[in-house]
């Protein structure tokens, strides 16, 4: 059980305006896996994401390294599942980047000496240098979206979530980005409708669409398909295409 | 230029600046109730209060400019409740003038305390000294979320105005704009209950729990004390032997 790092089962969500967000959701990974989450707009990426580590709650289960989710063990699933989300100006709120990278440590009640070292170390291998005494919502979408990267890293996190890492970045800064999520050898969970990431760095694939997982398995065979994913509001990595 | 969003001050450019924040609090509330029950008449006390919040002010270095410019928006306030009291209270002129006198002078007053107390703390130390000084949590958390809200409704108003002023072509009728204003003010609130829910999300999944940590562990110090008994003390003379 130890070494299946997420376990998911009958997981239903509505939303209060009755929107049925997640409708028995089933899957699991195994530890230092990475799994890409795909599906158009609207289909429940970023809701199943919050589950994860225990934003939303509703039906059904979610363990996390054979822990189940709930009020008692939350700091210490926060601290092994580190969500990055879609919008950096959601994940950012404080006045300084280096505030905004020490916010989850302290919370976590990390030893203070500690935090500093930690903070810096983690925007070092960010390339984030300098950026200490900046205001995150004065710098550039690929900037912030490091910044959000390392807001989680720092808390040293054993699954690593993302919501659309590669939204809306210009080519170079998502290359990079992808480059250092690919160094990150922790599990990884993808959620993106953007193919040529998940193809350059998830081994297997989960696709949803209306709330409900359409199908899962490898993703050699799921992104070459090309009928199922058409049929999703998806297409082939261009990798892929020829 | 966004309020909320500029560099409040030089946080630790003096002495008085690098004040424990309770010490803070504690001088500036009880300046500020001295000021609310000062006589209106008493007009020498409050010549030694502008000279006591003015030293304040200027040894702390905390720009005019910026205490001025925000001065501006209490303008409006003073003005209403000038006219209010013209206009309701059945005195003759010159008790509402001292009506009029008394709130503008003491409003202006603890508008400077209160100016002293932004400008010279980080917001979340200043957040902290309220929390250590067992302000309650409901009071603290209302701080909080309005510190990070304001500024999230802010950005929001700032994009929407933009949007709608590129696709402003012609001038306007008085009741066009009053139409436009009314949508985008509803559009408003609930793209602000959006963002502020993603980002309220983004700090729970930091292990969040609506108690602020800050680096700073505050310990009062020999330059705390004194300040504090120099500034009672030059209070309590004023209000005994003035």
């Not at chain 1, 199943?48 to 709930?70: A, E, T, W």
């Not at chain 1, 912030?144 to 807001?151: C, D, F, G, H």
């Not at chain 2, 000294?129 to 949590?137: A, D, N, Q, V, Y």
Request: glycine share 4%.
């Amino acid at each position: 059980m130890k070494n299946t790092a997420v376990q998911v089962t009958d997981l239903n969500f509505s939303y209060p305006d009755k929107t049925n967000a997640l409708k028995n959701i089933n899957f699991s990974l195994g530890k230092g896996q990475s799994l890409g989450i795909i599906g158009p707009n609207g289909s429940g990426k970023s809701t199943l994401l919050l589950h994860l580590n225990g934003v939303l709650k509703q039906d059904g289960s979610v363990r996390i390294f054979g822990d189940l989710i709930k009020k008692q063990n939350i700091k210490t699933i926060r601290r092994k599942v580190g969500l990055v989300f879609q919008d950096p100006n959601d994940q950012l709120f404080m006045p300084t980047v280096f505030d905004d990278v020490a916010f989850g440590p302290l919370n976590l009640g990390m030893d203070r000496d500690q935090i500093e070292k930690k903070v810096k170390i983690t925007m070092k291998n960010l390339g984030l240098n300098g950026y200490e005494e900046k205001n995150p919502s004065h710098l550039s979408l690929g900037e912030r979206k490091k910044v959000s990267l390392a807001t989680v890293l720092v808390l040293e996190p054993q699954i690593l979530v993302l919501d659309e890492p590669t939204a809306n970045l210009d080519p170079g800064s998502k290359k990079s980005f992808i480059n250092i999520i690919k160094k990150i050898s922790t599990t990884k969970i993808i959620a993106s409708h953007d193919m040529d990431s998940i193809f350059d760095l998830c081994g297997r694939v989960l696709m949803m669409n209306d709330g409900r997982i359409v199908t899962q398995g490898k993703s050699e065979h799921i992104l070459m398909d090309k009928e199922l994913l058409e049929a999703n509001n998806l297409e082939l990595p261009s990798q892929l295409r020829s | 230029m966004n309020l909320l969003q500029s560099k409040p001050a030089l946080h630790d450019s003096s002495s008085l600046t690098k004040l424990d924040p309770r010490i803070k609090i504690i001088s500036m509330t009880a300046f500020i109730v001295v000021i609310a029950l000062t006589p209106s008449t008493a007009y020498l006390k409050f010549l030694f209060y502008f000279l006591a919040i003015t030293l304040i002010l200027v040894w702390s270095r905390i720009s005019f400019k910026k205490l001025l410019l925000r001065l501006f928006f209490l303008l409006p306030l003073l003005a209403f409740l000038g006219i209010s009291v013209l206009v309701f209270e059945g005195h003759n002129v010159s008790e509402n003038i001292n009506i009029l006198w008394n709130l503008s002078v003491k409003s202006i007053l603890i508008f400077l305390c209160i100016g002293y107390l932004i400008f010279s703390t980080r917001f979340f130390h200043l957040i902290k000294g309220f929390e250590l000084l067992k302000t309650p949590s409901v009071m603290i958390s209302v701080m909080t979320f309005a510190y990070r809200y304001i500024s999230l409704f802010s950005e929001e108003a700032e994009s929407m105005q933009r949007a709608k002023k590129s696709r402003t072509f012609k001038k306007h009728k008085l009741i066009e704009k009053i139409k436009i204003l009314i949508s985008m003010v509803s559009h408003l609130f609930f793209r602000s209950y959006e963002r502020t829910e993603n980002t309220y999300a983004a700090m729970l999944s930091r292990g969040f729990d609506r108690k602020i940590e800050t680096l700073t562990l505050f310990k009062t110090n020999q330059k705390d004390w004194i300040f504090s008994s120099i500034f009672l003390l030059y209070i309590l003379s004023i209000w005994v032997v003035l």
